[in-house]
Nanobody, 123 residues
Framework: QEQLVESGGGLVQAGGSLRLSCAAS????????RGWYRQAPGKEREFVAA????????VYADSVKGRFTISRDNAKNTVDLQMNSLKPEDTAVYYC????????????????WGQGTQVTVSS
């Protein structure tokens, strides 16, 4: 069974850093584009970042550009999200996802999702 499992979430003070990791099992996602999304309480899930299957293209939400970096290691079947200069408004459950079609920031393009990891940024 294909699975995506996020790790690395936690509680951090504003200005701090966290590194999220998403491990895949059950299949190889090396040819899949990968993305990170987040959902804050009472809000819709929103796009954070995406990376193409060969890491040749990355895109970011304007709200995280310059602070977050998405990367992948196809040998390990993992994708990471390095989050720096965290702000209280970054507080959310963060989800990783895999997309086997056209590279997109649209969540509907992603057919595989993890269960999420909580990130809480205190002021």
């Amino acid at each position: 069974q294909e699975q995506l499992v996020e790790s690395g979430g936690g509680l951090v003070q504003a200005g701090g850093s966290l590194r999220l990791s998403c491990a895949a099992s059950g299949r190889t996602f090396n040819m899949y584009h990968r993305g990170w999304y987040r959902q804050a309480p009472g809000k819709e899930r929103e796009f954070v970042a995406a990376i193409s299957w060969n890491a040749g293209t990355t895109v970011y939400a304007d709200s995280v550009k310059g602070r977050f970096t998405i990367s992948r290691d196809n040998a390990k079947n993992t994708v990471d999200l390095q989050m720096n200069s965290l702000k209280p408004e970054d507080t959310a459950v963060y989800y990783c996802a895999a997309n086997g079609g056209i590279f997109s920031r649209n969540s509907e393009a992603y057919g595989y999702w993890g269960q999420g990891t909580q990130v809480t940024v205190s002021s």
